[in-house]
């Protein structure tokens, strides 16, 4: 089985990480600070992923995984280094991106139907032409309900569905606009263990048929373990990467995998390395 990459021996796997020009995300070097002085949220920040990999960023909290995020869709200029993604340097804020948060912040007023359609009635280019193509869109947003098995709730209004199919539809949205990357900030982190597993699946599900790039931040390590390709292992603050791993365990992964030795050993490696993490 591979092992945990520190930094310090990073350059034993570098042969195995994607090459920096077919990249679809690429940090080179990044740091942020949010004052503007040396001290910095996130620090030397380099990373790189394949067309359609799907990753985990793990790490304790306060250690620069939102910030992260928010440098990933140019929400915020790094201080020092560089980022781009799908190949294009990354100047401001992205369109081909869908986000979905730990609280799945669903309009009260609104269906779930129109919920998942929100995004292409309020952004460009979808808003200018959204009337005479509405029938269309319903047809996108009813598909993704029925893949994520929401399509007889799609006239509900969020409170009458449970935390579950609210973040199911939060999804949705997300992806109604086939945004190339895909950003998930906790997403399952409300839920109970039993839904929680639910949704892994149907977010590989959608992956699967989709191949859009995923970004999951995570606190549950057997959750970055099940989905992810790459898992990467962030230090406290100054958020550093500390550890890159390469997920072993082959695909298709059903739930049953959760319960193999493989698995096991692979969530409490990465336990060991927060644990290290953590008392530094
Ligand atoms: N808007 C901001 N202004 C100033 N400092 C900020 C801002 N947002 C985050 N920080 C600081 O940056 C560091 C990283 O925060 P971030 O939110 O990225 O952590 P996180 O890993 O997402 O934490 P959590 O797991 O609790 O969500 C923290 O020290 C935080 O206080
Ligand atoms: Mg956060």
Redesign the pocket.
């Given at each position: 089985m591979q092992t945990l990459t520190s930094t310090a021996s990073a350059t034993s796997t570098i042969a195995s990480e994607p090459n920096t020009e077919d990249s679809f995300v690429d940090f080179q070097r990044v740091f942020l600070s949010?004052?503007d002085s040396d001290a910095f949220?996130?620090e030397d920040i380099s990373l790189q992923t394949r067309h359609g990999e799907f990753i985990a960023i793990v790490?304790?909290?306060?250690?620069?995984?939102?910030?992260?995020?928010?440098l990933a869709t140019g929400l915020k200029k790094p201080t020092r280094g560089s980022i781009a993604i799908d190949g294009k340097p990354v100047t401001g804020p992205l369109k081909i991106v869908g986000m979905a948060f730990q609280a799945p912040t669903l309009l009260p007023w609104r269906t779930t139907l129109d919920n998942v359609l929100l995004p292409l009635e309020i952004v460009e280019p979808y808003r200018h032409d959204f009337r005479k193509n509405r029938e269309q869109y319903v047809e996108r947003a009813m598909q993704l309900l029925r893949t994520v098995g929401l399509e007889a709730y799609a006239d509900k209004f969020p409170w009458q569905l449970s935390g579950g199919m609210q973040q199911r539809a939060s999804i949705c949205r997300a992806l109604i606009h086939e945004p190339k990357m895909l950003l998930l900030?906790?997403p399952f982190g409300a839920l109970d263990a039993f839904t929680r597993e639910e949704l892994w699946c149907v977010l590989r599900d959608l992956w699967t048929q989709r191949q859009f790039n995923v970004i999951l931040?995570t606190?549950d390590l057997r959750e970055a373990a099940f989905l992810a390709d790459t898992i990467y292992v962030?230090s406290k603050?100054?958020?550093r990467i500390v550890a890159r791993k390469v997920n072993p365990l082959p695909r298709p992964r059903e739930l049953e995998v959760t319960y193999t030795d493989p698995f096991n050993a692979l969530v409490h490696e990465l336990r060991e390395h927060i644990g290290r993490v953590r008392n530094t």
């Open positions: 949010y004052d949220a996130v790490g304790p909290s306060g250690c620069g995984k939102s910030t992260f995020m928010k900030d906790e931040v606190h962030m603050h100054p958020g």
